[in-house]
Nanobody
Framework: QVQLVESGGGLVQAGGSLRLSCAAS????????MGWFRQAPGKEREFVAS????????EYTEFVKGRFTISREIAESTVYLQMDSLKPEDTAVYYC?????????????????WGQGTQATVSS
């Protein structure tokens, strides 16, 4: 069972940047893929980006390609989401999630452990 703790959210103006962190513990991380999802008010939770802990393979949803970067720091057992060129429509609670390696990297149902979420607000 992997425990996840997110941090790094906040308020930023459009065009600005935020870096989210997800500290992982309690599991053999090489067996997992890690994902970032987000949920805006009144909307369903949606996939943002994911990374294989072992290989570093990444996937992104189309609307963040070229603006967001997911990475992992193995020594720190931490996954990051660097968010640049932020837009008001990026405003959401961002969740870190862990799932067993393999399978789909984008399906929400593939992820079994979730953090508590961190709010990111982008003002226009």
């Amino acid at each position: 069972q992997v425990q996840l703790v997110e941090s790094g959210g906040g308020l930023v103006q459009a065009g600005g940047s935020l870096r989210l962190s997800c500290a992982a513990s309690g599991g053999i991380l090489n067996h997992y893929k890690m994902g970032w999802f987000r949920q805006a008010p009144g909307k369903e939770r949606e996939f943002v980006a994911s990374i294989s802990w072992r290989s570093g393979y990444t996937e992104y949803t189309e609307f963040v390609k070229g603006r967001f970067t997911i990475s992992r720091e193995i020594a720190e057992s931490t996954v990051y989401l660097q968010m640049d060129s932020l837009k008001p429509e990026d405003t959401a609670v961002y969740y870190c999630a862990a799932g067993v390696a393999g399978g789909s990297y984008v399906r929400l149902s593939e992820y079994v452990n979730w953090g508590q979420g961190t709010q990111a607000t982008v003002s226009s």
